[in-house]
């Protein structure tokens, strides 16, 4: 089941609870996040519209962007039930106001690769830094044996452990870098 609302709750405890071994700033509370959502469309999208109804759904919460900003990179779809996001290549999108505000759009390329999992981190901290930073992979998923996603444009390529592991070391969240409070799978069997 996907409620992107349940996400935003899980957010706001994240955000209210700091990192095991930080100390909390001032007050018990960060002053501001950057959640990043890496949604690949898939079937999900092009069958059912499931992720535009997420995003829809994500808008309707409307984030204090002051303190709180949600970004999401689309693709893997053939097709998207939104005239707002094209199916030919991969967008980044700031969740505010009544639609989705596209910050870029780039060629297509597989979501199954840990390099564009890091470069979207990478964009994503650079134009939205933040006190706090959580991550949420949307798609399909089989667990820890098959990996995470289903990139419909690319023959299913799907981010396997290893892969997942390499996007993270290569991104502001690597051995030295910033923190990554959390990453929740909007997937299925990824809690093994």
Known sequence: MRKPLAWLL???????????????????????????????????????????????????????????????????????????????????????????????????????EASTLSGFLEYAVGAFPADSYGLILWDHAGGPMVGFGMDTLYRNDALTMPELRQALRASPFGEGGLRLEWVAFDACLMGS
């Open 10 to 112: 899980l957010c706001a405890l994240a955000f209210a609870i700091p990192a095991l071994g930080e100390a909390a700033p001032a007050g018990g509370r960060y002053g501001t996040q950057t959640i990043m959502v890496y949604m690949i469309g898939s079937d999900l999208e092009s069958g059912g519209g499931l992720a535009t109804s997420d995003i829809s759904e994500m808008l309707r919460s409307r984030p204090d962007a002051s303190r709180v900003n949600v970004v999401v990179m689309t693709g893997g779809s053939q097709k998207w039930m939104t005239p707002r996001i094209s199916a030919g290549g991969i967008g980044v999108y700031h969740i505010q106001g009544r639609s989705p505000a596209e910050l870029r759009v780039s060629e297509s390329a597989s979501m199954g």
